[in-house]
T-cell receptor, first 109, second 112 residues
Framework: GQQVQQSPASLVLQEGENAELQCNFSTSLNSMQWFYQRPEGSLVSLFYNPSGTKQSGRLTSTTVIKERRSSLHISSSQITDSGTYLCAKSGGSNAKLTFGKGTKLSVKS | AQTIHQWPVAEIKAVGSPLSLGCTIKGKSSPNLYWYWQATGGTLQQLFYSITVGQVESVVQLNLSASRPKDDQFILSTEKLLLSHSGFYLC???????????FGEGSRLIVV
């Protein structure tokens, strides 16, 4: 089965609302990364977060290894946040990175 | 600062024709290098990785091959394209195992 499951598959927000994106993994974790995929396809690294909580501006990532989950919180969403958010886990090293299917976020004015 | 450049940006190729996609990293010696592929609407899949010149490990084959002829260059190729090769190809680098991945802008391939 799918080693990395993301939810929700899609999300529509009004500008200013907060969002919580989830990533659950079924096998052991060595690292967890979050990426933003632009509409044209290119990827931007958001967080490398194997455990604990990290914050960058309006984004916060929390990984709880015991519960096999990681989350990405977006506060005060903006239209420019629209796109697809991907999480990816590595069970050993970056040599094998498994991606989730992504959460497609749409922020409307 | 490190930069990663992929070429070509996009290609339309015929079934059975050869393919070569390239990736160059500047500003970082001995990076780990990776190729990823994403079918339209699909999940990103890791294809190959390389931790040193001349060494490439396959993760998912898809009738493609990869080579690392220079420390800063990673090439993805095949002699005969299939329709199933269509999609978006991304090259990435990292400083080492367990570190952040940095992606190129990608190459979009349509096989007809």
């Amino acid at each position: 089965g799918q080693q990395v499951q993301q939810s929700p598959a899609s999300l529509v927000l009004q500008e200013g609302e907060n969002a919580e994106l989830q990533c659950n993994f079924s096998t052991s974790l060595n690292s967890m990364q979050w990426f933003y995929q632009r509409p044209e396809g290119s990827l931007v690294s958001l967080f490398y977060n194997p455990s604990g909580t990290k914050q960058s501006g309006r984004l916060t990532s929390t990984t709880v290894i015991k519960e096999r989950r990681s989350s990405l919180h977006i506060s005060s969403s903006q239209i420019t946040d629209s796109g697809t958010y991907l999480c990816a886990k590595s069970g050993g090293s970056n040599a094998k990175l498994t991606f989730g299917k992504g959460t497609k976020l749409s922020v409307k004015s | 600062a490190q930069t990663i450049h992929q070429w070509p940006v996009a290609e339309i190729k015929a079934v059975g024709s050869p393919l070569s996609l390239g990736c160059t990293i500047k500003g970082k010696s001995s990076p780990n290098l990776y190729w990823y592929w994403q079918a339209t609407g699909g999940t990103l899949q890791q294809l190959f990785y390389s931790i040193t010149v001349g060494q490439v490990e396959s993760v998912v084959q898809l009738n493609l091959s990869a080579s690392r002829p220079k420390d800063d260059q990673f090439i993805l190729s095949t002699e005969k394209l299939l329709l199933s090769h269509s999609g978006f190809y991304l090259c990435a680098w990292s400083r080492g195992d367990g570190n952040t991945l940095y992606f190129g802008e990608g190459s979009r391939l349509i096989v007809v």
